[in-house]
C-alpha cells in the first residue's frame, strides 16, 4: 500500500519561502517519479512539478519556475518542494503524488496515488 504523507505547509507573507516535504513508503521509492499538484479554491488541480526516479530530470509549470525547486532524497523516501518568492497566487492545497509505474517522469503522465494535501497561504 503506497502513502504518502506531506508536510510543511503553513502561512507565510508575500515574498517568504516554504519547504514542502512529502514521505512515502510502501514500496522502492527510488524506483518512481515523484510530484507536487494544487488545488486553489474553486480552481481545478493543477501539476506545480515533477522529478524523475533518479533525481536527474525535473519539470516545472510555467507559474513556478525559477521560484521553485523539486527535489529528492532517496535514502530518506522523502520529496521536497523549496518555494521561495511567493506570491498571493501560490495559494493553495498542495498535493504529492506518484504513479503506478516505475522510471517514469511524470511531466504528462495522470497519478495514480496522492497524499492528503497540506494547506499554504500567502498573505498579501
Known amino acids: 500500500q503506497v502513502q504518502l504523507v506531506e508536510s510543511g505547509g503553513g502561512l507565510v507573507q508575500t515574498g517568504g519561502s516554504l519547504r514542502l516535504s512529502c514521505a512515502a513508503s510502501g514500496r522502492t521509492f527510488s524506483r518512481y517519479a515523484m510530484a507536487w499538484f494544487r488545488q486553489a479554491p474553486g480552481k481545478e488541480r493543477e501539476f506545480v512539478a515533477s522529478?524523475?526516479?533518479?533525481?536527474?530530470?525535473?519539470y516545472y509549470a510555467d507559474p513556478v519556475k525559477g521560484r521553485f525547486t523539486i527535489s529528492r532524497d532517496n535514502a530518506k523516501n522523502t520529496v521536497y518542494l523549496q518555494m521561495n518568492s511567493l506570491k498571493p497566487e501560490d495559494t493553495a492545497v498542495y498535493y504529492c503524488?506518484?504513479?503506478?509505474?516505475?522510471?517514469?517522469?511524470?511531466?504528462?503522465?495522470?497519478?495514480?496515488?496522492w497524499g492528503q494535501g497540506t494547506q499554504v497561504t500567502v498573505s498579501s
Open positions: 503524488a506518484t504513479e503506478r509505474s516505475p522510471y517514469g517522469y511524470m511531466r504528462y503522465s495522470s497519478p495514480d496515488y
Open positions: 522529478i524523475n526516479w533518479s533525481g536527474s530530470t525535473t
